[in-house]
């Protein structure tokens, strides 16, 4: 697993089932991140993480959710940004 992709996964995975991954963990993508969470948050997550600059977080319409695409013009900083959001969205909102 490469840091970006680990830096995610991990928020995902240390979240307790707020945030749940759509693949088994040894058939994840390197470089799209695919998570959910609660219906009644998933629109507000979206809507939050624009106001903060990070878009395109919405997930394929066929799967929902949530994607984060991670190519080379990601950051490792742009990743640990969203991670440290998904944690403080998690606390507003468990």
């Known amino acids: ?3 970006k992709a680990g830096i995610l996964y991990d928020t995902i995975d240390q979240s307790g ?5 759509h693949a088994r963990a040894d058939s994840r ?11 009644d948050a998933l ?12 878009v395109g977080l919405a997930g ?3 799967v ?12 490792i900083e742009d990743c ?3 991670a440290d959001f998904m944690k ?3 606390q507003e909102n468990e």
């Open 60 to 62: 394929h319409r066929s």
């Open 1 to 3: 697993m490469n840091k």
């Open 29 to 39: 993508s390197h470089m799209n991140v695919t998570f959910t969470l609660r219906d």
């Open 17 to 21: 089932g707020f945030y749940q991954g």
């Open 80 to 82: 640990q940004k969203l």
């Open 64 to 75: 929902g959710g949530c994607r984060a695409s991670i190519y080379n013009a990601v950051s």
């Open 43 to 54: 629109s507000s997550f979206v809507e939050k993480a624009k106001q903060e600059q990070m």
């Open 88 to 90: 403080k969205f998690q």
